[in-house]
């Protein structure tokens, strides 16, 4: 079995659409999906990197394993539904406490995932990623916006506002600094895995921003292992120069 | 559907354990390679002789032979055995009392006055950091205690080593290396006994649900979890498998590479540890205990020992494949890796790969279906051969056996689905395409190329004459009759010249040329049949089809010779006198030949330039005797004719011009030709008195002295002038022509020479440009020479003035003074003085210059001496 270089951890309240989004990401298509039990994980060959992602179980009952799935994770992604109000809170008041096993560099993305439900924009499928990327910064941040409803679409109970708190107050709690993390802006997605609306986006980022890591963790095992590889191959090259 | 990975083997039997005591009920058991030790509620440790056989079916078979049993005297249940068998000695846990017995004897041991009481359970470790060989590593855990001890077994005695203290009581553990592995009462943790760091696990209510920790592998281990599930955990309290899902009412897990087996009330249930699905469940009722032991999982309830014996992987691999299966087939394959010999392993990856890929190509999914045979190595003939009639008649190929797929052919696979059977024709070729680029086709070059042809031909594809006309293998005898069967004959052709018949392909060609043959492939085959000729080295075949071709368009025709490369081999080199003679008949042709080679390939022959002329003129004197040609039919000949006449100057000028006079016609030409004759009066004579053509004739002038010096020209020019003063002319002499020549070619004339020649009567305006332009030109003339004349003068003054400097002063020569190049004094007044006046002795001097590179060049200049 390939060994994974780094791990990302999906949290969520139960039908959040955690499971969704990972098989949108990965095998690119919406399917029905049951409830998740205990967990799941995914191996992404990244180029040249193995990226582990787990799935977890949204239950109440599976709850206590989540802190064992988050130890050692590089980056968290915190789903809820914008549909739903109540799943947002959950983030901070059940699932939050998970993450303190996760590495000390872990970088945490907000997702409110089902966005096809409010948001018009999030029908169109397959956008270039340059215009998404775009709206996320052209987005009001000040709190007068948070009146954006659509007539036919539901109602849009997280507003982006919300989530942008939340990851400040994630900050805090982590004691992070706000300049030395991530913007709030770049760690806040909306995505919908029905029609695809920044599924690639949100994994394509947090990959890009794990990557440090990657390559921290990787020096770290150099060090620490002995490449038997290597070595042969020094002594080969020995070999060809007294000849 | 699932797979059937274990069997369940009844092992010991009710009577066997129990006779007729009713009551007896299984506690533990332990098995050891082929030892089994069941424990029983009343105290006893029963030994029993294994024997595993085959039958005659090829299920596994168990028989049990009991060799002793032994009575503890505690009146308890017996809790729990484990098998020191390094030691040759059983660990025994009743009555929370833990005795070592000897494993043969089945007495008790004395354990060196330690006695451990009040044990609530224990677990060996079978990775301990300490390798004493003498001694086994045990945890206890004491009931009520918050404690785990470890303790150190040997044969005589046993050892208190370690004292780990808990946060709660423990009620399960699993050891491994220096890690605890321990199910609290509310919660799973991870103890490092070395340095004494815990780590979390997960809450866990061990009071409601019983806990089970399960060790699998360094530092891995298998924990129930709430909601029935099954987590893997490594020591660092991370899961590193996803979860497996179980029933709440678990009761016992073990693990048998790749599998996971779990117990509950009524189920054994078998996850692999690889893609975490549920592969198997065997009904079992009251089951009680379920553990591995070296590989052998033990299964019991209270009367009855059975044995889980799992299938050979190989067959789990093809039931899962025969269930089309491919990918869990697959991840078991890989899976086994590490549990197969490697060339075995090698081996059996490469032929279910194989097939994998027939089974993906069933189901037309050709592209997972290409990776498959790809990574496997697949002979490509077995996918070859399921095609009817693709693979040569003589190709040795069997079908590898056991077969790789369920197909008879094509036919079969596709049920007569006609679309569906062309999708696997298309996918064939595209398959046979790569494979013949990527050199992977082991040495079957014929049969991948022949059945490449065939399905080319088959489907009218594009690529059949790339394939013939590039190097290939296909075979003539196979290939011919099915490539006329699709009426591919020019295809069939370029196979018969590859394989070097060259006399059959034309003859089939010429056939399709005359339409005894349909086939559309080549609307311009005739052309290419001629350029084929122009390059074939068989002369036989050459002439014998060069008839045909020449009879059929004498201008394409005659490329067979005028295209044939000149600089080749001598095979196949023609000489051009026979082509001449040969086409004697073919007028046109001949004529086109002779122009390629006078013109083209500028052989330098009076014969073929004759020739050329005399047809040439021929053919201007049959036009011309045409009243309806018109005048641009002839001017191209007349031209051609020209620029021969003008340009060659090896035909027989007086040939031709007898020819030309007989008809009295083409006087240009005859000027020509009375130039190449050097009778220029007589060319100019026609040129100015019967063609009156005065341009064409001062162009005559100029072509007739191209080659000649200035004086011959100008010679010409005072001929031409003189002809058109000539006074006997009827009409006078071309007085204006006269003079515009005069005026335009001023310098071709010799102005003393001309005032002679003028009529008296002219008038000086009249010729005054040229007057004019001959007096500038001698003043000019004159000029241009007096200043050359002080030039030189001036540059001779200066040389003589260098000449005088370099001269220099007088040069002292003593017997004092030595030589500059041999550094010898002087002897003798004469010596050589080079530039400088640095006075060397001759003979030196001569010797440096015989040495010197620059020698021609002072011997002209050695004037210095």
């Known amino acids: ?236 090259t020995k070999a060809g120069c007294c000849r | 559907m699932s797979v059937k990975a274990f069997e369940l083997v009844p092992t010991v039997e009710r009577e066997l354990l129990m006779g007729d005591k009713p009551r007896i009920a299984i506690e533990c058991v332990e098995c050891c390679g082929q030892h089994l030790y069941v424990g029983t509620n009343d105290c006893f440790i029963h030994h029993f002789l294994l024997e595993e056989r085959t039958s005659n079916k090829g299920h596994p078979t168990f028989s049990a032979q009991k060799l002793l049993q032994r009575y503890l005297g505690l009146k308890k249940p017996v809790a729990e055995l ?151 955990a490594s020591a660092e309290g991370i899961s590193q498998r996803a979860p497996v899902k179980w029933s709440e009412s678990v009761i016992g897990a073990a693990v048998c590479f790749p599998y996971v087996l779990a117990l509950d009330e009524g189920f054994v249930t078998v996850h692999s540890m690889l893609d975490q699905q549920l592969k198997q469940t065997l009904s079992f009722r009251d089951g009680l205990i379920l553990q591995d032991f070296e590989g052998k999982v033990v299964l019991s309830s209270s009367k009855e020992v059975y044995v889980l014996v799992p299938l050979p992987l190989e067959r789990q691999i093809q039931d899962l494949l025969a269930g089309r299966r491919v990918e869990e087939a697959l991840t078991l394959t890989e899976g086994a890796r590490r549990n197969i010999p490697k060339d075995k392993f090698q081996i059996l990856r490469k032929r279910i790969l194989q097939q994998a890929g027939f089974i993906q190509f069933g189901q037309l999914q050709f592209l997972e279906a290409k990776e498959h045979f790809r990574k496997g190595q697949l002979d490509v003939r077995e996918l070859i051969s399921l095609y009817p009639l693709l693979l040569p008649a003589s190709s040795s190929f069997t079908r590898c056996h056991p077969p790789l797929h369920e197909f008879a052919d094509l036919n079969h696979l596709a049920q007569g689905d006609q679309e569906k059977v062309a999708r696997c024709k298309r996918f064939l070729i595209s398959y046979l395409n790569e494979v013949r680029s990527t050199e992977g086709t082991n040495g079957f070059l014929e049969d991948v190329d022949t059945a490449l042809l065939k399905l080319y031909a088959e489907a009218d594809h594009d690529s059949l004459l790339d394939l013939l006309a590039s190097d290939n293998a296909c075979l003539l005898a196979d290939s011919a009759p099915w490539l006329e069967k699709y009426h591919k004959y020019f295809a069939l052709g370029l196979l018969y010249h590859y394989n070097g018949q060259d006399a059959a392909a034309l003859q089939l060609w010429v056939k399709v040329v005359n339409g005894d043959l349909q086939d559309p492939t080549r609307s311009d085959l005739f052309e290419y049949v001629v350029d084929f000729l122009s390059f074939c080295s068989n002369m036989d075949l050459v002439w014998k089809y060069s008839d045909w071709a020449l009879q059929r368009d004498q201008r394409i025709g005659v490329q067979i010779f005028t295209k044939r490369p000149v600089d080749g081999e001598l095979r196949g080199q023609i000489n051009p006198e026979n082509v001449v003679t040969y086409l004697q008949k073919h007028c046109e042709a001949l004529l086109i030949y002779l122009e390629h080679l006078v013109l083209d390939r500028r052989i330098q022959k009076e014969k073929f330039h004759t020739h050329l002329a005399v047809l040439y003129t021929d053919r201007v004197l049959a036009l011309l005797s045409q009243p309806s040609a018109a005048e641009e039919t002839v001017s191209r000949p007349r031209c051609q004719l020209q620029r021969l006449l003008k340009e060659s100057s090896l035909y027989r000028v007086q040939l031709v011009l007898g020819k030309m006079e007989s008809s009295g016609q083409l006087l240009l030409e005859r000027a020509i030709l009375h130039g190449r004759l050097e009778e220029h009066e007589k060319a100019l004579n026609i040129l100015v008195h019967q063609l009156k053509d005065f341009p064409a004739a001062e162009e005559y002038c100029t072509w007739a002295s191209a080659s000649e010096d200035p004086t011959y020209r100008r010679r010409l020019f005072h001929l031409l002038l003189g002809t058109y003063l000539d006074p006997d002319v009827p009409g006078g002499g071309n007085t204006v022509a006269a003079v515009d020549l005069l005026n335009q070619h001023a310098a071709m004339f010799d102005p003393v020479k001309v005032l002679h020649l003028l009529p008296e009567g002219w008038s000086l305006q009249l010729i005054r440009p040229f007057l004019s332009g001959a007096v500038r030109g001698s003043a000019h003339a004159m000029r241009t020479s007096q200043v050359a004349l002080g030039l030189a003068c001036s540059e001779n003054l200066q040389l003589q003035h260098d000449r005088m400097r370099y001269r220099g002063g007088p040069v002292f020569v003593s017997e004092k003074k030595g030589c500059h190049l041999c550094h010898n004094t002087f002897s003798e007044p004469d010596c050589v003085c080079l530039p400088g006046g640095v006075a060397v002795h001759t003979h030196c001097a001569t010797q440096r210059l015989r040495n010197s590179p620059t020698k021609r060049w002072t011997d002209n200049g050695n004037s210095h001496t």
Request: charged share 25%; glycine share 8%; proline share 4%.
């Open chain 1, 1 to 236: 079995m390939r060994k994974p270089d780094v791990k990302v951890v999906i949290l969520g309240d139960m039908n959040v659409g955690k499971t969704s989004l990972l098989h949108r990401y990965t095998e690119r298509r919406f399917k029905d999906t049951i409830s998740t039990v205990g967990g799941a994980f995914f191996l992404k060959q990244w180029g040249p990197y193995n990226i582990s992602i787990w799935d977890t179980a949204g239950r109440e009952q599976f709850h206590g394993l989540g802190s064992m799935y988050c130890r050692g994770a590089s980056a968290v992604i915190l789903t809820y539904d914008v549909t739903n109000w109540q799943s947002l809170s959950e983030l901070e008041q059940r699932f939050l406490s998970l993450t303190d096993t996760a590495h000390p560099d872990c970088i945490y993305a907000i997702v409110g995932n089902k966005a096809d439900l409010t948001d018009a924009c999030a029908h169109l499928v397959e956008m270039d990623d340059g215009h998404m990327s775009e709206d996320i910064q052209d987005t009001p941040h000040h709190p007068a916006s948070t009146t954006s409803t659509s007539s036919v679409l539901l109602h849009k109970q997280v507003d982006r506002m919300d989530a942008l708190a939340l990851y400040w107050r994630i900050l805090r709690y982590k004691g992070l600094e706000e300049n030395a993390s991530p913007a709030a802006e770049r760690m806040c997605f909306e995505t919908s895995a029905k029609t695809g609306y920044n599924v690639d986006f949100l994994f394509e980022t947090l990959f890009e921003m794990v990557l440090p890591s990657i390559l921290k963790k990787r020096n770290e095992g150099d060090a620490s292992t002995v490449d038997l590889e290597h070595s042969t191959e020094t002594k080969r």
């Open chain 2, 82 to 232: 484990k098998a020191a068998s390094a030691l040759e000695r059983l660990v025994v846990l009743c009555d929370g009392v833990i005795v070592v017995v000897d494993m043969v004897t089945l007495e008790v041991v004395p354990t060196g006055g330690v006695k451990i009481k009040g044990a609530a359970a224990f677990c060996v470790n079978e990775n301990p950091v300490n390798d004493d060989p003498f001694g086994v590593e045990i945890g206890v855990i004491l009931a009520r205690k918050r404690a785990v001890h470890i303790y150190m077994v040997y044969e005589d005695r046993v050892a208190l080593v370690k004292e780990v203290a808990t946060p709660e009581p423990p009620c399960a553990l699993g050891l491994d290396g220096c890690f605890l592995c321990l199910a609290l009462s509310s919660q799973y943790v991870i103890l490092n006994y070395g340095t004494g760091s815990s780590q979390d696990l997960f809450p866990y209510n061990s009071e409601e649900r019983k806990p089970i920790v399960k060790r699998i592998g360094r530092e891995e281990f298998l924990l129930a979890a709430p909601g029935g599930l099954g987590m893997f």
